[in-house]
């Protein structure tokens, strides 16, 4: 992860009105971020502004968070950027596909505003 002045944070979420809710709430906070609807974008995306954190649906189009992490982490430039997955079905099994894939958490729909913003926060203040 590089340290910039303001962090830059990808959000890859299919749903556009999920999406811009978490953009809206991230920004609030002082974040820049940057959005993709599905995992092609997402991947295309993270290579373009390498992020210092990424939130990664798991349930997405063309190519799924998992899959969408597991080549992330291949790439040297971001296997070690924190990937947040974020799913709506978080299962165990889905929790241990997403963190063996490389995810560095694993966060259930509907997201718990105040713990998730303070694990956002030291992720980016490691």
């Known amino acids: ?9 990808l959000v890859v979420e299919d749903y556009p009105d999920t999406r811009h809710l978490l953009s809206a709430l991230l920004r609030s906070k002082g974040y820049m971020v940057v ?13 373009r502004v390498n992020p210092d954190l990424i ?11 998992v899959e969408a992490t597991r080549q992330l982490r291949q790439r040297h430039m971001l296997s070690q950027t924190p990937i947040f997955a974020i799913s709506a079905f978080a299962t165990s099994d889905v929790k241990r596909d997403a963190l063996a894939a490389g995810c ?3 966060f259930p729909k509907p997201l ?4 998730f913003l303070g694990r956002v926060r030291s992720a980016l203040n490691a």
């Not at 992860?1 to 944070?9: C, H, L, S, V, Y």
């Not at 939130?55 to 968070?65: F, H, K, N, S, T």
Request: hydrophobic fraction near 40%; charged fraction near 30%.
């Open 55 to 65: 939130l990664m649906d798991l349930a997405l189009p063309e190519l799924d968070g």
């Open 104 to 106: 560095t958490e694993v």
């Open 112 to 115: 718990e505003i105040g713990p």
């Open 1 to 9: 992860m590089t340290k910039r002045d303001t962090p830059i944070i």
């Open 35 to 47: 959005e993709a609807g599905d995992g092609k974008e997402g991947m295309l995306q993270a290579n």
